[in-house]
């Protein structure tokens, strides 16, 4: 049995979760998401806690396992608590401004560059070099955030670009004069 897939979720009490027709619902105080169970896997409410299971034990059944319980107990997570990833900018004449649904990002290159954000995301900008990427869905949220850092990824040479907070960039040494 999954060691991930048998762990029960525990949920606060603001947060309300339904199930109809395969279609997993997660409510709460943040907002609300959606997400389709796998075939083979059904999940019950009991005490507080939920626990997912299986039907069956086929191959795909118990690969679907872990993955369903991480995916609705990240669901849940999201509603109760959010998700936030942060970008720094490094870079001379590099910055960054949030305007509406629009973030504009001036890279070096000829034009600044206009991100779309998009619905359910909220981005926030810091003394123009500081991105924070929010929003109540693990995945959306990632991948916005990896949206942005590949508009300008780090370089090895100066480390000039769009990192993770915490990222380490491995540098490289120029060219060096020969005697």
């Known amino acids: 049995m999954s060691r991930i897939g048998k762990k029960p979720i525990t949920f606060p009490k603001n947060v309300k ?3 109809s027709g395969g279609i997993v619902k997660v409510e709460g105080p943040k907002g609300a998401l959606s997400s389709k169970l796998p075939e083979g896997i059904t999940m019950a409410v009991a005490d507080g806690n939920l626990v997912i299971e299986r ?3 086929e191959r795909l059944a118990r690969s679907y396992h872990g993955l ?3 995916i609705i107990g990240n669901m849940v997570n999201g509603v109760s608590n ?3 990833k942060r970008l ?4 001379v004449g590099y910055r960054a401004e949030a305007t509406g649904n629009t973030l ?3 890279l070096g290159f000829s034009s600044p560059v206009q991100y779309n954000i998009p619905k359910g995301i909220e981005v926030k900008v810091d003394k123009q070099i500081n991105i924070f990427v929010s929003g109540i869905d693990k995945q959306l949220v ?3 955030a990896a949206e942005i850092r590949a508009l300008k990824k780090p370089e090895p040479y100066k480390g000039k670009g769009i990192k993770y907070v915490g990222e380490y960039i491995k540098r490289k040494a120029g060219k060096s004069a020969s005697a």
């Open 142 to 144: 990632g991948r916005v």
């Open 82 to 84: 959010g998700f936030e």
């Open 88 to 91: 720094e900018i490094s870079g």
């Open 68 to 70: 369903a319980r991480t």
């Open 17 to 19: 979760i339904s199930q």
């Open 55 to 57: 039907k069956s034990d």
């Open 104 to 106: 504009k990002l001036i």
